[in-house]
T-cell receptor, first 112, second 116 residues
């Protein structure tokens, strides 16, 4: 059973703090990793993709990948109330048309 | 990111009727599209994988005769919920994977189906 695990939260952080979201996956053959943000009642929005070990930064977001530990994380700097949402970690096993495997998501709440 | 549209955004229908939902990739060609369903406060559930020009692959427990999927072109996939019943009421979301090197997958805005 190929799995993606996330802490469901809620993760509560004050405005301006760093929010750290974590994800582990079971299949060592996983090739690509994605973070989606989903607001209540809306569809998921792709915010970060990462494919190689290390950090990838985009604005206030930093994705970190450690394939040896089968761990991927998302850091949100200077958190804003508008960042309050559910964050979904997704893993792609291979490129042959297979579907992403999603975690159940972590709910983030940023208080002003 | 790439844009995926979905139509209609909201539909209310009577029990026993059929509803068609369209999913389009607007600025890229998608050989693979996916259909998900999400109940309130629940996780995304993959229903089927749709490949252009071939039959869809359905996940276990999803009735292929009830949820008809057609992927006639590289930019359009449709999901038809046949003989809808109140328990089919849900949020249906499509996604499309681009053919670039990173296989990123983009979601449509979703269709909220209410069956009376």
């Amino acid at each position: 059973q190929k799995e993606v695990e996330q802490n469901s939260g809620p993760l509560s952080v004050p405005e301006g703090a760093i929010a750290s979201l974590n994800c582990t996956y079971s299949d060592r053959g996983s090739q690509s990793f994605f973070w989606y943000r989903q607001y209540s009642g809306k569809s998921p929005e792709l915010i970060m993709s990462i494919y190689s070990n290390g950090d990838k930064e985009d604005g206030r977001f930093t994705a970190q990948l450690n394939k040896a530990s089968q761990y991927v994380s998302l850091l949100i700097r200077d958190s804003q109330p508008s960042d309050s949402a559910t964050y979904l970690c997704a893993v792609l096993l291979n490129q042959a048309g297979t579907a992403l495997i999603f975690g159940k998501g972590t709910t983030l709440s940023v208080s002003s | 990111g790439a844009v995926v549209s979905q139509h209609p955004s909201r539909v209310i229908c009577k029990s026993g009727t059929s509803v068609k939902i369209e999913c389009r990739s607007l600025d890229f060609q998608a050989t693979t599209m996916f259909w998900y369903r999400q109940f309130p406060k629940k996780s995304l559930m993959l229903m089927a994988t749709s490949n252009e020009g071939s039959k869809a692959t359905y996940e276990q427990g999803v009735e292929k005769d009830k949820f008809l999927i057609n992927h006639a072109s590289l930019t359009l996939s449709t999901l038809t919920v046949t003989s809808a019943h109140p328990e089919d009421s849900s949020f249906y979301i499509c996604s499309a994977r681009d053919s670039g090197p990173y296989n990123e997958q983009f979601f449509g805005p979703g269709t909220r189906l209410t069956v009376l």
